[in-house]
Protein backbone atom coordinates (compact mmCIF):
# COMPACT_ATOMS: atom_id res chain seq x y z
CA UNK A 1 0.00 0.00 0.00
CA UNK A 2 1.32 3.77 -0.43
CA UNK A 3 -0.25 7.00 1.12
CA UNK A 4 0.03 10.06 -0.23
CA UNK A 5 -0.60 13.27 1.21
CA UNK A 6 -0.75 16.38 -0.96
CA UNK A 7 0.23 19.79 0.23
CA UNK A 8 1.37 23.19 -0.52
CA UNK A 9 -2.12 24.73 -2.39
CA UNK A 10 -3.29 28.16 -1.83
CA UNK A 11 -4.44 31.18 -3.03
CA UNK A 12 -2.41 33.40 -5.30
CA UNK A 13 -2.59 36.20 -7.42
CA UNK A 14 -2.15 35.90 -11.44
CA UNK A 15 1.20 35.43 -12.57
CA UNK A 16 2.19 33.88 -9.16
CA UNK A 17 3.82 30.96 -8.00
CA UNK A 18 3.29 27.69 -5.58
CA UNK A 19 4.79 24.41 -4.93
CA UNK A 20 2.82 21.67 -3.91
CA UNK A 21 4.61 18.86 -2.35
CA UNK A 22 3.48 15.11 -2.59
CA UNK A 23 4.65 13.04 0.43
CA UNK A 24 4.21 9.07 -0.41
CA UNK A 25 4.36 6.43 3.02
CA UNK A 26 3.24 2.87 3.80
CA UNK A 27 5.40 1.61 0.54
CA UNK A 28 9.18 -0.22 1.43
CA UNK A 29 11.07 1.91 -1.10
CA UNK A 30 10.36 5.38 -3.10
CA UNK A 31 12.63 4.34 -5.62
CA UNK A 32 10.78 2.80 -8.82
CA UNK A 33 7.52 4.53 -9.17
CA UNK A 34 5.73 6.68 -11.01
CA UNK A 35 4.35 9.82 -9.41
CA UNK A 36 1.78 11.75 -11.43
CA UNK A 37 -0.03 15.32 -11.14
CA UNK A 38 -3.89 15.93 -11.89
CA UNK A 39 -5.82 18.65 -11.26
CA UNK A 40 -9.84 18.72 -11.70
CA UNK A 41 -12.16 21.42 -11.63
CA UNK A 42 -16.07 20.48 -10.19
CA UNK A 43 -17.51 19.12 -13.27
CA UNK A 44 -14.72 17.68 -15.40
CA UNK A 45 -12.81 15.16 -15.27
CA UNK A 46 -9.12 14.54 -13.84
CA UNK A 47 -6.39 16.28 -16.44
CA UNK A 48 -3.19 15.18 -16.14
CA UNK A 49 -0.37 17.78 -15.51
CA UNK A 50 2.86 15.25 -16.09
CA UNK A 51 4.90 12.26 -14.00
CA UNK A 52 7.92 11.96 -12.80
CA UNK A 53 10.09 8.40 -12.20
CA UNK A 54 11.61 7.89 -9.21
CA UNK A 55 14.30 5.60 -10.50
CA UNK A 56 15.96 8.11 -12.83
CA UNK A 57 14.32 11.58 -12.07
CA UNK A 58 12.60 11.44 -15.66
CA UNK A 59 9.94 13.17 -15.97
CA UNK A 60 6.34 13.66 -18.87
CA UNK A 61 4.50 16.44 -19.56
CA UNK A 62 1.28 16.97 -20.88
CA UNK A 63 1.44 19.98 -23.62
CA UNK A 64 -0.35 22.20 -21.86
CA UNK A 65 2.30 22.79 -19.11
CA UNK A 66 4.63 24.36 -21.67
CA UNK A 67 7.51 25.02 -19.09
CA UNK A 68 5.46 26.89 -16.37
CA UNK A 69 5.19 23.56 -14.62
CA UNK A 70 7.97 21.57 -13.23
CA UNK A 71 7.78 17.91 -11.34
CA UNK A 72 10.88 17.28 -8.96
CA UNK A 73 11.20 15.01 -6.49
CA UNK A 74 13.50 14.45 -2.80
CA UNK A 75 14.14 10.85 -2.15
CA UNK A 76 15.55 10.58 1.07
CA UNK A 77 11.94 12.65 2.07
CA UNK A 78 10.10 10.33 -0.25
CA UNK A 79 8.51 13.92 -1.72
CA UNK A 80 7.71 14.41 -5.27
CA UNK A 81 7.22 18.43 -5.56
CA UNK A 82 5.01 20.32 -8.76
CA UNK A 83 6.14 23.64 -8.75
CA UNK A 84 4.01 25.91 -10.60
CA UNK A 85 5.16 29.56 -12.23
CA UNK A 86 3.07 31.79 -14.21
CA UNK A 87 -0.09 30.59 -12.53
CA UNK A 88 -3.52 31.79 -14.12
CA UNK A 89 -7.01 31.67 -13.45
CA UNK A 90 -7.56 28.64 -15.68
CA UNK A 91 -5.26 26.99 -13.17
CA UNK A 92 -7.72 27.11 -9.98
CA UNK A 93 -8.69 23.61 -9.25
CA UNK A 94 -7.74 20.51 -6.93
CA UNK A 95 -4.99 19.36 -7.19
CA UNK A 96 -4.23 15.71 -6.95
CA UNK A 97 -0.89 13.47 -6.70
CA UNK A 98 -1.18 9.71 -7.67
CA UNK A 99 1.37 6.37 -7.39
CA UNK A 100 1.77 3.61 -9.28
CA UNK A 101 4.92 0.83 -8.38
CA UNK A 102 6.53 0.24 -11.23
CA UNK A 103 7.01 0.98 -15.16
CA UNK A 104 4.25 1.71 -17.39
CA UNK A 105 4.45 2.76 -21.02
CA UNK A 106 2.66 5.79 -20.62
CA UNK A 107 2.65 7.58 -17.35
CA UNK A 108 -0.07 10.37 -18.60
CA UNK A 109 -2.80 7.93 -18.60
CA UNK A 110 -4.67 8.50 -15.31
CA UNK A 111 -5.79 4.27 -15.52
CA UNK A 112 -2.29 3.76 -14.89
CA UNK A 113 -2.87 4.39 -11.26
CA UNK A 114 -3.17 2.76 -8.59
CA UNK A 115 -2.82 5.47 -5.57
CA UNK A 116 -4.34 8.35 -4.72
CA UNK A 117 -3.98 11.59 -2.31
CA UNK A 118 -6.73 13.53 -1.26
CA UNK A 119 -6.03 16.88 -2.90
CA UNK A 120 -5.08 20.40 -2.41
CA UNK A 121 -7.09 23.24 -3.69
CA UNK A 122 -5.03 25.72 -5.95
CA UNK A 123 -7.20 29.45 -6.24
CA UNK A 124 -5.63 32.26 -8.70
CA UNK A 125 -7.53 35.02 -8.81
CA UNK A 126 -6.96 38.09 -11.28
Known amino acids: QMRLVESGGGSVEVGGSLRLSCTASGNTYFIGQYIGWFRQVPGKGREVIGA????????YYSDFVKGRFTISQNNPANTVYLQMNGLKPEDTAMYYC??????????????????WGQGTQVTVSS
Open 98 to 115: AGRVGPVENPLLESVYKF
Open 52 to 59: IWTGDDST
